[in-house]
């Protein structure tokens, strides 16, 4: 089974640094892309950047650019979302998600879906 | 970058009614448009991929069809487990943008 499993919910204080991650199971984890999305309390979904594990070229969102990192390690078909430093306003729930586009495969919507990191900001 | 814009924003829906929801595309997009239904503390789910083909293992009355700007994803015959919030997004050009949702409410 293709599955992405994510870490646990955080809960941090402003200026604080956080890496979460997303492991890949069931499939080649250099096979196919991981993408990052971002949900805020109540509100809908939004694309932060994704990677490619098997040369580890990133492309952001450009309004995300500059706040995260995205990485990932291969050798444990990993993926890494990480900040330096965290501000209120990035509480949210945080998905990783699967896919690929190449010249010779075009699979660029997004399943499966990890089941969330829930980040959590607060003084 | 590109807009998605969905509508409407809200729906109540007696079950076995037909289920409607538009997603409009700020420049064309080809066929670049994906579905995807989110329950309450559920990450989302693919339903259409590529504007009007069915993913795997998803319900028959679950479709989409639409090119270009303009897309719509039909539910036929609403079952009480279809109470969602569903979204578009699409792949066209990065960054990747989703529509803004639409929820359905049973009545």
């Known amino acids: 089974e293709v599955q992405l499993v994510q870490s646990g919910a955080e809960v941090k204080k402003p200026g604080e640094s956080l890496r979460i991650s997303c492991k890949g199971s069931?499939?080649?984890?250099?096979?196919?892309?991981i993408t990052w999305v971002r949900q805020m309390p109540g509100k809908g979904l939004e694309w932060m950047g994704r990677i490619d594990p098997s040369d580890s070229y990133i492309s952001y969102s450009p309004s995300f650019q500059g706040h995260v990192s995205i990485s990932t390690d291969k050798s444990i078909s990993t993926a890494y979302l990480q900040w330096n430093s965290l501000k209120a306003s990035d509480t949210a729930m945080y998905y990783c998600?699967?896919?690929?586009?190449?010249?010779?495969?075009?699979?660029?919507?997004?399943?499966?879906w990890g089941q969330g990191t829930l980040v959590t900001v607060s003084s | 970058e590109i807009v998605l814009t969905q509508s409407p924003d809200f729906q109540s829906v007696t079950p076995k009614e037909k289920v409607t929801i538009t997603c409009r595309a700020s420049?064309?997009?080809?066929?670049?448009l994906h579905w995807y239904q989110q329950k309450p503390d559920q990450p989302p789910r693919l339903l259409i991929k590529y504007a009007s083909q069915s993913f795997s293992g998803v319900p028959s009355r679950f479709s989409g069809s639409g090119s270009g700007t303009d897309f719509i994803l039909t539910i036929n015959s609403l079952e009480a487990e279809d109470a969602a919030t569903y979204y578009c997004h699409q792949s066209s050009s990065s960054p990747h943008t989703f529509g803004g949702g639409t929820k359905v409410e049973i009545k």
């Open positions: 069931g499939y080649s984890f250099t096979s196919y892309w």
């Open positions: 420049q064309s997009i080809g066929s670049n």
């Open positions: 998600a699967r896919h690929r586009c190449s010249s010779a495969s075009c699979e660029n919507w997004f399943d499966p």
